[in-house]
């Protein structure tokens, strides 16, 4: 069983900054890659951004060069630094870690943006 924990959300003005943090119950080398999806409300769920266990990580392109994802291998700690924050980018924020085909969620924080 994986049991991922998230903290760092809350609310923030535009162009803001906040980081997020999923803490893993598992060595973070058992995954295949851990990331971040996030679901706006009355939208599907999508990949922000995902580092895997070799260290290459990808951001989605609404969010390249705003933010940045990054793991502490002692902790079993994903981080997603945000910055330049939009109203667009709220949304409820999910750690995600894969493990030999099989998904494991957070139970998810809020990211809110708003002045």
């Known amino acids: 069983q994986v049991h991922l924990v998230e903290s760092g959300g809350g609310l923030v003005q535009p162009g803001g900054s906040l980081r997020l943090s999923c803490a893993a119950s598992?060595?973070?080398?058992?995954?295949?890659?851990m990331g971040w999806f996030r679901q706006a409300p009355g939208k599907e769920r999508e990949l922000v951004a995902r580092i895997t266990t070799s260290g290459i990580a990808n951001v989605a392109d609404s969010v390249k060069n705003r933010f940045t994802i990054s793991r502490d291998n002692a902790k079993n700690t994903v981080y997603l630094q945000m910055g330049s924050l939009k109203p667009e980018d709220t949304a409820v924020y999910y750690c995600n870690a894969r493990m030999s085909l099989s998904d494991y969620w957070g139970q998810g924080t809020q990211v809110t943006v708003s002045p």
């Open positions: 598992r060595s973070f080398v058992s995954f295949d890659a």
